[in-house]
């Protein structure tokens, strides 16, 4: 059976799900007893010196970083594909994942630091909220218009660019994150 090392609140932890779930996968997760901890050993730390989620375990196949793991999702299990067949609609899947994974996910973050641990309070904490609104809304626009009117980023069926944008929003409203933040 797979194993996924995982965090909930990780959205590349949440991309390979969507990805294992998709491809009918059967898998088990775990949270890693040193995650957090600053402990530098462990199971852990085999499977991933950068000591991060997600990792997959495939029998003796260990694997993290969550790009690598769908690569390998696709090629291990080809059916159902999530990579379309033509290169410039691979390409189109593999940039929008990439903009998720790294301005997508980053603005997220903020949020996070402001939220969950607190780092920032009173006008500088508005002054990150707003921007993060405001960097949002250019996102949702470069998604909105990415996927113009189609159903899914991939075209006609669900796939890797849709499990990189559903957890980190990708069909969230601006005026909505807005109004969670105030």
């Not at 059976?1 to 995982?6: G, P, R, S």
Request: with cysteine.
């Amino acid at each position: 059976m797979l194993v996924l090392l995982e965090h909930p609140l990780s959205s590349y932890v949440q991309k390979v799900k969507i990805a294992l779930r998709e491809k009918g996968l059967s898998f088990a997760t775990e949270i890693p007893n040193e995650l957090g901890s600053g402990r530098a050993g462990g199971a852990f730390k085999a499977a991933n010196p950068r000591i991060e989620v997600p990792v997959l375990i495939d029998g003796s196949v260990q694997i993290f970083e969550s790009t690598v793991i769908l690569e390998y999702l696709e090629e291990r299990w080809p059916d159902p594909p999530l990579l379309p067949k033509d290169p410039a609609a691979r390409a189109f899947a593999r940039i929008t994942e990439d903009v998720c994974d790294t301005h997508y996910e980053a603005v997220n973050w903020g949020f996070g630091e402001i939220f969950w641990y607190k780092r920032a309070s009173g006008v500088l904490a508005d002054k990150m909220k707003a921007e993060a609104v405001r960097q949002t809304a250019i996102l949702q626009a470069w998604l909105t218009e990415r996927l113009g009117s189609s159903r899914w980023f991939g075209g006609e069926t669900f796939g890797w660019a849709d499990a990189a944008a559903a957890p980190i929003g990708g069909r969230q409203s601006t005026r909505d994150l807005a109004c969670a933040t105030a």
